[in-house]
């Protein structure tokens, strides 16, 4: 059974050595999420400290799925704090285990955190992901638009470079 909870700054500390292995775990598995493989565990630490940082000015949430009490996914909404940006969220890093991919997890973790963002006032989502991910599938049949995608924006590994794809989606909300 696996449930999705919302960490705050103690939790995600708490829990900082999963995190990491679920980092390292996405970028060794190819995820296009802003690091190269081989992605050492004190890289991932350095990354999840600053993001475990961000949970305490309440700039970010931070969602995990969790098996027992294993996490096996998460994502982030970052809330910009500019005045214009009141409404609008960057949905930033979702990552789901190797082991436990193709069972919903992603899924769930989306709605859970399209819930989050409502509860904030936040309607206007955006993110990016690499062309021809098993992840812009994922936004498409979620219900993200395609903005644009810019060409050669993220390099991988072995120095080639892939086009990248902005979605947004609005929820509901009242005006």
Not at 53 to 58: I, S
Not at 85 to 91: G, L, P, Q
Not at 123 to 148: F, I, M, N
Request: net charge negative; proline share 2%.
């Amino acid at each position: 059974m696996i449930s999705i909870q919302a960490y705050n700054f103690n939790q995600a500390q708490a829990k900082i050595d999963q995190l990491c292995h679920l980092l390292i775990d996405s970028v060794a598995q190819g995820a296009s999420i802003g690091f190269l493989p081989p992605l050492s565990q004190a890289v991932a630490s350095t990354y999840w400290q600053a993001i475990i940082g961000d949970l305490q000015t309440e700039q970010r949430i931070l969602l995990v799925a969790l098996q027992d009490d294993q996490i096996v996914g998460s994502v982030q909404l970052d809330l910009p704090s500019k005045a214009n940006a009141s409404h609008r969220a960057e949905v930033q890093k979702l990552l789901v285990d190797s082991q436990f991919q193709r069972r919903g997890i992603a899924q769930q973790l989306m709605h859970q955190l399209e819930q989050q963002a409502q509860a904030q006032g936040r309607w206007l989502l955006v993110l990016d992901t690499r062309q021809g991910d098993k992840a812009e599938s994922l936004y498409r049949k979620l219900g993200y638009q395609a903005a644009g995608a810019i060409p050669n924006f993220a390099q991988a590994a072995d120095g080639a470079t892939h086009t990248t794809i902005f979605f947004y989606r609005e929820l509901e909300h009242s005006v």
